[in-house]
């Protein structure tokens, strides 16, 4: 499968974003999807993650509360809706996908695919 995240840019402190993880090749509708981020300068680190039926759901303590991960299998396409930007959500942003159980969500050893990033940038 292929992945391609879109949905990034620049928004303000407060302010709200949508990225889009769309899949190819194969059907997403069986594998567990996940949104990681990289800030410059720090290691990657695990955002929230989604079961493949959709019905199960986890996020980092630092977005909790602030970012929804959704699924439409249908369109093949993860979803990560950011609300409430910080400054510190400034990173660019990964969604990637296993095939199998994953064990531990925060762990990206566990994920075989990724896509390229997008850059979401927050202001201040």
């Known amino acids: 499968v292929q992945l391609q995240a879109s949905g990034g840019g620049l928004a303000q402190a407060g302010g709200s974003l949508r990225l889009s993880c769309a899949a190819s090749?194969?059907?997403?509708?069986?594998?567990?999807v996940v949104w990681f981020r990289q800030a410059p300068g720090k290691e990657r680190e695990f955002v929230a993650g989604?079961?493949?039926?959709?019905?199960?759901?986890n996020y980092a303590d630092s977005v909790t509360g602030r970012f929804t991960i959704s699924r439409d299998n249908a369109k093949n396409t993860v979803y990560l809706q950011m609300n409430s930007l910080k400054p510190e959500d400034t990173a660019v942003y990964y969604c990637?996908?296993?095939?199998?159980?994953?064990?531990?969500?925060?762990?990206?050893?566990?994920?075989?695919?990724w896509g390229l990033g997008t850059l979401v940038t927050v202001s201040s």
């Open positions: 090749g194969r059907a997403l509708g069986k594998y567990n």
């Open positions: 990637a996908a296993a095939a199998r159980a994953v064990r531990r969500w925060d762990s990206d050893h566990e994920y075989d695919y």
């Open positions: 989604i079961w493949w039926t959709g019905g199960s759901t």
